[in-house]
């Protein structure tokens, strides 16, 4: 039982740090464009294709690794056997 918990507390903590980057990045996108399109005008149509064409592949990431964080939380538990020591070589006399 404390498997699962610690598994979900690791999935809940995953989940926030993949959005937090991926709305850092989004961001810092969103601004470079932003700021590229006020000093040249001409250009705005391009750079609004290329920043959503980078934003959709940003957020196809962070959806990917939501759905690998949470596979990892779910799945059940492994019994991993244990083998004994190695057995002893008797020594003849």
């Known amino acids: 039982m404390e498997?699962?918990?610690v598994s979900y507390l690791a999935a809940g903590l995953g989940a926030g740090i993949?959005?937090?980057g991926?709305?850092?990045?989004?961001?810092?996108?969103?601004a470079g464009a932003l700021e590229g399109m006020a000093r040249?005008?001409?250009?705005s149509g391009d750079?609004?294709?290329?920043?959503i064409i980078a934003a959709a592949l940003i957020e196809g990431f962070t959806f990917f690794a939501l759905?690998?964080?949470f596979m990892l939380?779910?799945?059940d538990i492994k019994q991993v056997p244990v083998q004994s020591a190695a057995?002893?070589?008797e020594v003849e006399k």
């Open 73 to 75: 939380a779910t799945q």
């Open 18 to 20: 993949i959005v937090v």
């Open 3 to 5: 498997y699962l918990a």
């Open 47 to 51: 750079l609004r294709t290329t920043m």
């Open 67 to 69: 759905v690998v964080i």
């Open 87 to 89: 057995p002893v070589a």
């Open 22 to 30: 991926a709305s850092l990045g989004i961001g810092k996108l969103a």
């Open 40 to 43: 040249q005008p001409e250009v």
